[in-house]
């Protein structure tokens, strides 16, 4: 396996409490890898720590084995692109204009043709033609993250963080932005790494899951190896029934359990 990112020994507290704990995770090229866990697991400090909007207290994150403290904050940009939970959705720009930010690092401020054409590229690839020039604040949720999708795919970085991009959308809405996300990955050979709630989701779409719990991975690995009914009791503290068709666990919640405070299995290989 070709490691694009890895993470080394990474910890991370704010203040005195402790988030990520002797983190460690080595993410392969041209995948998918969604990052799942209960609230307050440390999913979406992990990956802020990766796109450094947060330093962690020790610990080493390489990309194409550069580790990114090294790296300027436009050199950071080129190699990791960042889509956040909460947009401000608040852009007073066309479409275009908003995708063209994803150009910055590139050329600062000030576009050329070549950054037009490259904008234009990513529009048709996303089928935003007939929204191009509307308002951003004028599309609905969905459109709204297809178009910062479109916005990090401008930066032509080869890794893509996702922070829950389907939280506030309705479920066609999900299916369409995790299907693109699955075509991207697979023609353009990016990384994407998406903190999600949805598990199914997760199930459906990602060649790896990494599961976490208390600022740790419990388990890492294919969908139908890491989401087992044994790490959901001790993970999630619920029962579940799972039935795998094409090799995709679909989880159907049964009941929630009580669970010991810091209950932690024995971590899978990590793939």
């Keep these: 396996m070709i490691i694009k990112l890895a993470v080394k020994d990474l910890c991370f507290s704010y203040d005195s409490v402790e988030v990520l704990r002797d983190l460690s995770l080595d993410i392969g090229d041209g995948k998918i890898v969604s990052i799942i866990g209960p609230n307050g697991s440390g999913k979406s400090t992990l990956i802020k720590c990766i796109d450094r909007i947060i330093d962690p207290s020790s610990g080493h994150i390489l990309v194409d084995r550069q580790d990114i403290t090294a790296m300027s904050r436009m050199e950071l940009a080129r190699n990791i692109a960042y889509v956040p939970q909460n947009s401000l959705r608040v852009f007073p720009n066309s479409v275009f204009d908003v995708i063209l930010m994803g150009r910055r690092p590139y050329i600062g401020w000030k576009g050329s043709s070549n950054d037009d054409q490259i904008v234009w590229a990513v529009i048709r690839l996303l089928g935003l033609e007939e929204y191009a020039l509307h308002s951003f604040t004028e599309l609905s949720g969905g459109q709204q993250q297809k178009v910062l999708i479109a916005r990090a795919l401008a930066q032509e970085a080869g890794v893509i963080l996702l922070d829950e991009p389907?939280?506030?959308?309705?479920?066609?809405h999900q299916i369409d932005v995790m299907g693109v996300l699955r075509s991207l990955v697979r023609k353009q050979d990016l990384t994407a790494i998406i903190a999600i709630h949805d598990l199914n989701m997760a199930a459906r779409y990602s060649d790896t899951i990494v599961m976490m719990k208390h600022g740790k991975i419990v388990a890492a690995g294919k969908p139908n190896e890491v989401l087992t009914t044994e790490n959901l009791t001790a993970v999630y503290g619920i029962t579940a029934t799972i039935r795998?068709?094409?090799?995709?666990?679909?989880?159907?919640?049964?009941?929630?359990?009580?669970?010991?405070?810091?209950?932690?299995?024995?971590?899978?290989?990590?793939?």
């Design 166 to 172: 389907t939280s506030n959308l309705d479920i066609w």
């Design 244 to 271: 795998i068709t094409d090799d995709i666990p679909v989880i159907i919640p049964l009941d929630r359990i009580p669970v010991k405070s810091g209950r932690i299995p024995a971590a899978a290989s990590h793939h």
